[in-house]
Nanobody, 117 residues
Framework: QVQLVESGGGLVQAGGSLRLSCAAS????????MGWYRQAPGKQRELVAH???????AYADSAKGRFTISRDNAKNTVYLQMSSLKPEDTAVYYC???????????WGQGTQVTVSS
């Protein structure tokens, strides 16, 4: 089994910053792509950013220029540095990992990010 645990969420004022972390543990051989998704109440879950094992990032348009995704392969951890936060960034943020030796991806439990106006 594989577990993903997110941390770093919280309440922040508009314009502020947060850094999310997601640590994977368990029966891991190797992790391919890792990503961050978010879901607001009543909305579909959407991709925020993902990053390849080699460190190549990709961002949703809403995140470009404000968020930075990074990873530490030795720690099986992915990060999301969020700055210039907006109220519309408010959501539960979920970590996702695509394992090389698995036929499906894994999800964390989510961490709440609330941006006040």
């Amino acid at each position: 089994q594989v577990q993903l645990v997110e941390s770093g969420g919280g309440l922040v004022q508009a314009g502020g910053s947060l850094r999310l972390s997601c640590a994977a543990s368990g029966s891991i051989f190797s992790i391919n792509v890792m990503g961050w998704y978010r879901q607001a109440p009543g909305k579909q879950r959407e991709l925020v950013a993902h990053i390849t094992r080699g460190g190549t990032p990709a961002y949703a348009d809403s995140a470009k220029g404000r968020f930075t995704i990074s990873r530490d392969n030795a720690k099986n951890t992915v990060y999301l540095q969020m700055s210039s936060l907006k109220p519309e960034d408010t959501a539960v943020y979920y970590c996702n990992a695509d394992l090389v030796n698995s036929d499906h991806g894994y999800w964390g439990q989510g961490t709440q990010v609330t941006v006040s106006s």
